[in-house]
């Protein structure tokens, strides 16, 4: 166990575009740091003018991909431990005292932690349908943990033993049903060119997919206990994993 109790520093890495509606939540959360860097793609809104003000180092860099922008964002940090987050994420006050006792206690063969992700949707804190716990590593120390995933499903991996934080940090996740909606068609196209074209027959699979995920959402997982805004993410999920097998199916058209 580590014996000097000093703190070690910590820096933010967050990739951003056009978020100035709800950036201002997450930066105002960072008071425990000792560095935020934002990492840029081209908002058009005002964001990297508020990420300055409050005290952010803003870098432009085009769009990579969720994996890529974020491993950029990563390496763009300086200090030993960094935290990886997105613009319409924060942490609260008893996530940020967790991390800075749990970071003094660090044994050298810690690579990083992770955390409890709260996601709040339709005015409600959603705990069921598998949104949470939605335990995520976010937390890694330089040169230990790294990007990778298919995107957009992005993973942080680490190289070391990971501890398991218990407070959670916050997750702003939609704007309302049509952000969703808009998330669910671009992610849907992101999977669709990444695969190759199927058949019909994925089409009647996507619907069996589809049925299975509402069910897990809504009754394995307990959705019906978060109100109508567990009944519309079930809903949805459904809609989403059926649209990625259509997307496949649709790919066959191109040629014809």
Known sequence: MRTNLEKPKISIAIIAKD??????????????????????????DG???????????????????YVEQ???????????????LDADE?????LAGEIGEALKKADPDVG??????????????IRHGGWYPDRKVRLVRRGRGAWEGVNPHDKLAVTGRVVALQHPFLHYVYRNIADQVVTMNSFSDIYAR?????????VIAGILHAIGKFCECYLWKLGFLDGVPGLVIAVN???????????????NLSGK
């Open 19 to 44: 978020e100035a509606d709800r950036i201002g939540g997450l930066l105002g959360s960072l008071g425990f740091a000792d560095e935020v860097v934002v990492v840029d793609s081209g908002s058009t």
């Open 47 to 65: 964001t990297q003018t508020l990420c300055e003000k409050a005290g952010a180092r803003v870098i432009f860099h085009p769009w990579a991909g």
């Open 70 to 84: 974020k491993q950029f964002a990563l390496e763009a940090t300086t200090h030993e431990w960094i935290l990886s």
């Open 90 to 94: 924060e942490v609260p006050v008893d």
């Open 112 to 125: 990083g932690f992770s955390m409890p992700r709260l996601s709040r949707y339709l005015g409600r804190w």
């Open 194 to 202: 990444q695969e190759p074209p199927a058949g019909s027959w994925f």
């Open 237 to 251: 999920s459904a809609g989403y994993v059926f649209l990625r097998h259509a997307k496949r199916w649709e790919k």
